[in-house]
């Protein structure tokens, strides 16, 4: 089931630019956050090609 966005005050923005963390409750998040390294993306770059091996999960 997909949480529903969680409303955000006016004048404020979300935790992170990232929507995806932006729904994980709290706690869920303070314990992602310990494990996660920022990584930065082009536009358009392609992350996994469908059939090839995953090479990097921690």
Known sequence: MMQESRPVPDGQTPASSNHLLDRVPPDGLKHLMKRLEPVRFEPGQVLWQPGQP?????
């Open 54 to 58: 995953l090479t990097y999960v921690p």
